[in-house]
């Protein structure tokens, strides 16, 4: 059975930086690619990056420079890393995971992280 | 970045009925980068159908999809009360990833 786990901060002052790490219990960690997705009620669900098994990263252009996705496969996890928070990056964090190919949707998703950027 | 625009917002229905959710993409697309997902309150988004009609695992045969091109459709037949819930569609044809922005299927 396939979990993903995220753990974190889920409060953050106005310019601090988020940091998220989902670890994957279950499974392979290789022929993957582990994505980073937010839920807000405005913008409903963005999805922030991804990074295959190898460090192999692309990134949501609305949020690219302040975005990093890193990956430690000897762990079996990865980790969200977002710069200079502001009230807008307040949302449901999740982690999920999409098989390598074309045509995969996102099979597994983490449990959620809520965040919270208050001064 | 494509934009896929769900329709309607939300519907109210009794168990027992049937329904069908639309999904319009800004881009045509391959029914095989479309997927549609659950979401029911504190919960993650699950994975019901992707590609043509597959549908994931666990999921019932209840739960269908269709389309093409830039229309793409969720039917479900006959509502149990655990589908009522907020329904999401996805394209990973072309980056960044976009989802809509859901239709809420509420009881009656």
């Known amino acids: ?119 | 970045e494509v934009v896929l625009t769900q329709s309607p917002g939300t519907l109210s229905l009794s168990p027992g009925d049937s329904v069908t959710l639309s999904c319009r993409s800004s881009q045509s697309f391959s029914v095989n980068y479309f997927a549609w997902y659950q979401q029911k309150p504190g919960q993650a988004p699950r994975l019901l159908i992707y590609g043509a009609s597959s549908r994931a695992t666990g999921v019932p045969d209840r739960f269908s999809g269709s389309g093409s091109g830039t229309d793409f459709t969720l039917t479900i037949s006959r509502l149990e009360p655990e589908d009522f819930a907020v329904y999401y569609c996805q394209q990973f044809g072309s980056a960044p990833w976009t989802f809509g922005q859901g239709t809420k299927v509420e009881i009656k």
């Open chain 1, 1 to 119: 059975q396939v979990q993903l786990q995220q753990r974190g901060a889920g409060r953050l002052k106005p310019s601090e930086t988020l940091s998220l790490t989902c670890a994957v219990y279950g499974g392979s960690f290789s022929g993957y690619y582990w994505s980073w997705i937010r839920q807000t009620p405005g913008k409903g669900l963005e999805w922030i990056g991804e990074s295959n098994h190898v460090g192999g990263t692309r990134y949501n252009p609305s949020l690219e420079s302040r975005v990093t996705i890193s990956v430690d496969a000897s762990r079996s996890q990865f980790s969200l890393r977002l710069s200079f928070v502001t009230a807008a990056d307040m949302a449901v964090y999740y982690c999920a995971r999409q098989l390598v190919g074309a045509n995969n949707p996102f099979d597994y998703w983490g449990q959620g992280t809520m965040v919270t950027v208050s001064s």
